[in-house]
Structure formats: C-alpha cells, structure tokens
C-alpha cells in the first residue's frame, strides 16, 4: 500500500469491490455498471462548475467580505444568505462539502455552514418542486419549512457542542486555499 | 468569463485552483458514485416500495428513517419512489422520514464529508440530522392527517 497514494484508495478497494461483484453476479453487477455509469454523466455534468465556482470564489471573494456577510456577527442575515445558497444550488450532497469547505475556509461561521449544507440537503428549490409534483405541494412545503427549522436547530446545536477552535484543523483537502486567503487579505 | 476579460491573470489562477479540486476530489467521488451503482443493483427500488409500503406502523416509519440514513438514492429517483412508497399504503411520517434521511444524513458519503469538514463536524452534523429527519417526520405525521 506504500505506493499508493491516500487519495486513490478509496476508488481501488471500491473498484475491487465492483470486480468480484461482477464475478460472482454478474446480472446485479451488470445493472450497478449502468446505474454507475448514469450517475457519473450526471457528476461529470454538475462537479466542474462546481469546482469552477469554488475557484472564483477562493480568487475574487476577499475573506473579510465574507466575514462580514456570513461570519460570527452576521446574524439573521447571514443565516439567510446561507440558506438561500443552500437551497438555490442543484447537484447531489457531495458537491457541497468541497463548497462548504471553502466557505469555513474564508470565515464564514460554523452555524451558517451547517445551515448552508442542511438546506443544500433537504431544501433544494428544484427538489422541492420534483416533490410537490410527487408528493402534493402541502406535502413538500411543510418538509421545507420543517427543514429550515431544523437548520437552525442542528446548527444551534453544533456551535455549542464543537469549539470554534477545533473547526478549520482539516486542512487534508484544501485546494491550495491557504496561499490565496493570504494574499487577499494582504491586498 | 466576466472575470476573464477583467483581470486575465486572476482568472487564470481561480480556474488552476477549481482544477487542482476537482482532481483532488474525483477519486472520493468517484467511489461514491459506484457504489450508488452498487446500491441500486442489490435493493432496486421495488422492493424498498414493496417492503416498505405494505406496513404502515412505527416499525416501517423506523425502518424507512434507518435505510434512508444507509444509502444514497439520487431525488430524481428517490421522489418517485417515495410517492409509490405513500401509494402503497406507508404512512405520511415513514414517507417524511424516508425522504428527509435520505437527503440530510449520508452514511456513504461520509468519508468524503470527513475529508473535507473533520470528523467531529460530520459526526455530528449526521446523527443531529437524523434526529432532525425523525422530529421532522413525527410534525408532519400529525399535521398532515
């Protein structure tokens, strides 16, 4: 394993994973290879934009801008802008980490990022209206109202339970973020 | 674009930072979306309707809110399948709770969720959601009658 680098791993046991089950079942491995493969034309689809934003974001957003609008004082605010990011934004769950990453990274507060990934979750605009349709518009408006409330609540919960200094010491996936946080700041 | 005709060289360095991303990224998603695949090959969506929507106790409500918290079914997807989920009989709060775990709380998603925001954050940040997804479920169970 020496070799391999950290970041490959997960894809190699998984690809094995996806090699025995082809082996031993070939329908059912048959039917994930398609279902795989729909889903990755949907990421190759939504994660390069994502990425794309992120990078403009990192380069055109100054840090103190960002403390301002979504930081510890930004209050109500604050909180609306996190939702409204959330919930306007389209592509699965885990397009949002590395946004949400970039966020803390630039001084956004651990409420409004926790606020931030619960609406990108549960409170997706497109989403909302696929579910009315499915599931009646009462049906879909009240979960979104629900989940607003929950935001809040989950993140009220985590700035209590997590200290602020224990927060930006993950630095193992930041896309060189550290380097343009400081010359934006110095600028 | 705008940022390209304004400043080149800024631009440059925002698309070289959401590249150097993006590869950092692809592996971890990439797993992700094969066992999504590999999720939706052993447990099709009929069966789930099947199973869960014949019983409509608390026991569907908790196994929907557990299953929803263990896999990662896309909305497009997921939508439809909760509406027959409600159709074949399931209760408002196993269909609430199916849906709000399914997309606040992500078991597989948690390793690139670690990678990037720490484990205590998305330890945390799961098992609050889930709670969340429930409390969520029980509102709407008696709001909804």
Known sequence: MKRIPRELRPIIIVAAIFVVVMLAAPTQGQSAGAASWEYLKEMALILPPVFFLIGLLEVWVPRSMVEKYLGQKSGVAGFAISALLGSVAVGPMYAAFPFARTLLDKGTSLFNVVVFLTMWAAGKIPTVMMEAKFMGVEFALLRLGLTVVASIAIAWVMQRLIPSTQVPAQPSARPQGDRTNMEETAG | ?145
Not at chain 2, 40 to 66: K, N, Q
Not at chain 2, 101 to 117: C, D
């Open chain 2, 1 to 145: 674009m705008v940022s390209w005709l304004k400043a080149p060289q800024k631009a440059k360095r925002a698309a070289k930072a959401g590249l150097m991303g993006l590869a950092k990224a692809a592996p971890a998603m990439l797993s992700i979306v094969v066992i999504i695949g590999l999720v939706m090959a052993f447990v099709p969506p009929e069966w789930i309707a099947r199973y869960l929507g014949h019983d409509a106790g608390l026991w569907a409500t908790a196994a929907a809110s557990i299953f929803g918290a263990l896999t990662l079914i896309p909305c497009i997807v997921a939508l439809p399948l909760a509406a027959s989920i409600y159709r074949e009989g399931a209760s408002v709060a196993t269909v609430a709770a199916f849906i709000s775990t399914l997309t606040m709380v992500g078991v597989v998603t948690a390793p690139a969720e670690i990678k990037y925001m720490g484990k205590p954050l998305t330890v945390w940040r799961n098992v609050l959601s889930f709670l969340a997804a429930i409390a969520i479920a029980g509102v709407m169970a008696v709001v909804l009658r």
